[in-house]
Structures are given as structure tokens and as C-alpha cells.
């Protein structure tokens, strides 16, 4: 079956950067849209980036623009988020989403076929 493994989440000092990443199993990776989501305690799940197979679309939505990158190495069979200029409200805890339609480059896209378990990122003072 589908696994994704996040890593690289934790604290990081607002105004800094941080890059999580997400290894997937189970799939043909290089034929799979992905996407990182995220989540705070009261509020619904809401994506960050979404990358299509070849890399060739990729979106953010206004809140993370200019400040986060998805990207993928289909050779390792990762996908990568690259934080910077991190933002208090960037605390929740990201999941990284696997899916072998084009749902997830939908204008709000909100459901996947495979999620990871997801990981904390904490941003302080």
C-alpha cells in the first residue's frame, strides 16, 4: 500500500526557514500529483502547495505565496516544501498527500487518496 513519510518538522524562529520532506512507497511516484497540507487545532485542514507529476504546475494559495516552493525529485520519490519567512500562523501540523488524479490541482483541493500521518512545525519567538 501507499506510505508517505514526512520529515524534517519542529521548531523554527520566526522569520526563518525550514524544509520538510516526503518520502512515498507503494506507488508509482513519478505518475502522482502532490501536495502538503495543513492543520491547526479548530480550524479545517487547509493545502499549502500542490505539485503536479512532472513539476511542471505547481500552486500555493495567497497565505504561503512567496514564501513556500513544493518541489519533487521523482528519482527519490520525494516531495519537498521549502519554507522561508516563516509566520506564527504558519504553526500546524503538514501532511503530505499523494493522489494519481489531477484532484489535487484543483483550485482548492481538499481530499487525496493517501495522506501521511503528518508532523508538527512550531514556529517561535
Known amino acids: 500500500q501507499v506510505q508517505l513519510v514526512e520529515s524534517g518538522g519542529g521548531f523554527v524562529p520566526a522569520g526563518g526557514s525550514l524544509r520538510l520532506s516526503c518520502e512515498a512507497s507503494?506507488?508509482?511516484?513519478?505518475?502522482?500529483?502532490m501536495a502538503w497540507f495543513r492543520q491547526t487545532p479548530g480550524k479545517s485542514r487547509e493545502y499549502v502547495a500542490t505539485?503536479?507529476?512532472?513539476?511542471?504546475?505547481?500552486f500555493t494559495p495567497p497565505s504561503v505565496r512567496d514564501r513556500f516552493t513544493i518541489s519533487r525529485d521523482n528519482a527519490k520519490n520525494t516531495v519537498y516544501l521549502q519554507m522561508k519567512n516563516v509566520k506564527f500562523e504558519d504553526t500546524a501540523v503538514y501532511s503530505c498527500?499523494?493522489?494519481?488524479?489531477?484532484?489535487?490541482?484543483?483550485?482548492?483541493?481538499?481530499?487525496?487518496?493517501?495522506w501521511g500521518q503528518g508532523m508538527q512545525v512550531v514556529v517561535s519567538s
Open positions: 507503494g506507488l508509482t511516484f513519478g505518475t502522482y500529483t
Open positions: 498527500a499523494a493522489d494519481p488524479t489531477s484532484s489535487l490541482l484543483a483550485s482548492i483541493p481538499t481530499e487525496a487518496s493517501s
Open positions: 505539485i503536479s507529476w512532472d513539476s511542471a504546475n505547481t
